[in-house]
Each structure stands twice: as C-alpha cells, then as structure tokens.
C-alpha cells in the first residue's frame, strides 16, 4: 500500500486500507468501523464509495483507526477538507497545506509543481521572459513585469520553476526553458489552479485596455446567437486554432515580449434554463 501522502483521494486510501487489512487477516467493515467509533457496521464502507462524506472530527477518529498520527493525521485530514471543500480558494488551501506536510517528509506530490504553476501568474511569465533577459538580475526582470513585482518575488519563483524543471539555469547565470510550451489535462487538482489562473490573467486584461497602448494590444469580441450543435464547432474551431498560435510561437527562439492570449467564449443569457422537458 502506498504512503499516505502519496494520496490525492481520502475515500480511496480508506478503501486501499480496508482491502490490505483484509488479504493479512480477518477484518470487516464491522471491526472497522467500531475501531474508528461508529454504530453503523457499514458506515466507512459507504463513506469509501462516495456516499457518506467524513466530517473533519470524524476523520481524526478514522485516521487513528488506520494508525495514523501525526502528520500522517494531518495530510488525511487535509485529504478530506480537499475533498469536501465547496469553493476553488477553499481546495487551494487544502492542496497547499498537503503538499506542504508532504515536501516537508521529502515526498513529492506528483501534480504538486503542476497546481502550484498554474496557481500564479508569474510563473507562466517568469518561464517565458527569463530565457529571453540573459544575464538580467531579479529586480531587472521585475521591472519588466507587468503588472508591478519585486525582486524577492521574482527569485521566489525562478526558484520553483528551477526546481519543478521547468527552467534550467546554466553555469554562466542564464536560464533557458526544458519545454517549449506547458499544458494540463482536465484531471486531479490542477484545473482547480488553472481556473484561478483565468481569474487572475482576466484582471490584468481589463487593466491593459488602459494601460496599454492600442496599437500593442489586440482586443475584440463577438455576440453571437447559436444553436448547441454550432457551439461545438466554435469551441473545436477554438482549439484547432490555439494549436496553430503555438506552432507560430514556438518557430522563433527569440523573445521580444511576453504575451497572454486569452480567449473567452461564453453565454451571456440563460435561455436554456427556461426550456421545459
């Protein structure tokens, strides 16, 4: 059975638990469930299928039943608040607070450095404007920045971008990308990240219609009426044609400036909500 920090789900370390107990010796979900203090015989077995939820009380007692103590205790729990959480701010700081216990016992969270990517602005920017200063120091790249950062938050995030191997530092100083381009797929905590992420890059557009001359910004939008069978097309469309922006991005190594393309296709009335069944 795995550590416990190497766990991203609460139900299915209860079930892994449960299944080990059970190939060394006899044990139910009876014997267990009287162990974390529960009446009914079958309480943790539904709680492992997604039907009972634990609450945080609950899970110190079913922590201590799996003889976890400790950080151990402490990383399940977060397990649970990840699990239970109802906003996206509420599951970052229960993923934060996971791959904190785990990095301090030198285990590493496999999607860690992927959530903690996407969950800050600079790191997108820092990764791609670094390679392009050769020899610039922090405060150089922070005064580059827009919007404002300074220096210290510049070397915080070289740092982690190093250690993630997402950036390289070579022996003379200069720093150049391990990929050309970074993505994530629609699984585990990263799109909870990537959803913050929006928000943030949404703020500092609408601060560039002012404060960016036009001719070096490009903004536009369309109010469109479809049908859902249309919608599907735009959206493959959409994709399709990120693939070619990339393609273009990636045949120059060079790097004038740094520049977030946002592209934002949503419905703007209800309709739907209306239709009756």
């Given at each position: 059975?795995?550590?416990?920090?190497?766990?991203?789900?609460?139900?299915?370390?209860?079930?892994?638990?449960y299944?080990?107990?059970?190939?060394?010796?006899?044990?139910?979900?009876q014997?267990?469930?009287?162990?974390a203090?529960?009446?009914?015989?079958?309480?943790?077995?539904y709680?492992?299928?997604?039907?009972?939820?634990?609450?945080?009380?609950?899970?110190?007692?079913?922590a201590?039943?799996?003889?976890?103590?400790?950080?151990?205790?402490?990383?399940?729990?977060?397990?649970?608040?990840?699990?239970?959480?109802?906003?996206?701010?509420?599951?970052?700081?229960?993923?934060?607070?996971?791959?904190?216990?785990?990095?301090?016992?030198?285990?590493?969270?496999l999607?860690?450095?992927?959530?903690?990517?996407?969950?800050?602005?600079?790191?997108?920017?820092?990764?791609?404007?670094?390679?392009?200063?050769?020899?610039?120091?922090?405060l150089?790249?922070?005064?580059?920045?827009?919007?404002k950062?300074?220096?210290?938050?510049?070397?915080?995030?070289?740092?982690f971008?190093?250690?993630?191997?997402?950036?390289?530092?070579?022996?003379?100083?200069n720093?150049?990308?391990?990929?050309?381009?970074?993505?994530?797929?629609?699984?585990?905590?990263?799109?909870?990240?990537v959803?913050?992420?929006?928000?943030?890059?949404g703020?500092?557009?609408?601060?560039a219609?002012d404060?960016?001359?036009?001719?070096?910004?490009?903004?536009?939008?369309?109010?469109?009426?479809?049908?859902?069978?249309?919608?599907?097309?735009?959206?493959?469309e959409?994709?399709?044609?990120?693939?070619?922006?990339?393609?273009?991005?990636t045949?120059?190594?060079?790097?004038?400036?740094?520049?977030?393309?946002?592209?934002?296709?949503?419905?703007?009335?209800?309709?739907g909500?209306?239709?009756?069944?």
């Amino acid at each position: 059975m795995k550590d416990i920090l190497e766990y991203t789900s609460y139900r299915q370390y209860i079930a892994d638990y449960y299944a080990e107990r059970k190939t060394k010796a006899a044990f139910s979900w009876q014997e267990f469930a009287s162990l974390a203090g529960f009446s009914s015989s079958i309480f943790l077995k539904y709680v492992s299928e997604g039907r009972y939820n634990l609450g945080e009380a609950t899970a110190v007692r079913v922590a201590a039943a799996m003889n976890l103590a400790g950080y151990e205790c402490d990383f399940f729990v977060e397990l649970v608040n990840y699990d239970h959480a109802k906003t996206d701010a509420e599951k970052k700081a229960a993923y934060g607070k996971m791959i904190s216990i785990a990095e301090a016992h030198q285990v590493k969270i496999l999607e860690g450095d992927s959530f903690r990517f996407f969950s800050d602005w600079k790191n997108p920017v820092l990764r791609e404007l670094a390679p392009a200063m050769p020899g610039a120091k922090p405060l150089a790249l922070a005064h580059a920045c827009r919007p404002k950062v300074s220096a210290a938050e510049v070397s915080e995030t070289l740092k982690f971008l190093v250690n993630a191997d997402l950036l390289k530092k070579g022996e003379d100083g200069n720093y150049r990308q391990t990929e050309k381009s970074v993505t994530t797929g629609p699984m585990g905590a990263t799109p909870v990240a990537v959803r913050g992420l929006h928000h943030q890059m949404g703020e500092i557009a609408l601060e560039a219609i002012d404060g960016v001359p036009q001719d070096e910004r490009n903004f536009s939008g369309l109010t469109l009426g479809l049908t859902r069978g249309a919608y599907d097309k735009i959206v493959n469309e959409i994709a399709e044609f990120r693939k070619r922006v990339v393609a273009i991005a990636t045949q120059e190594d060079e790097t004038d400036e740094v520049y977030r393309m946002n592209i934002q296709f949503f419905p703007m009335t209800n309709k739907g909500l209306n239709k009756k069944g």
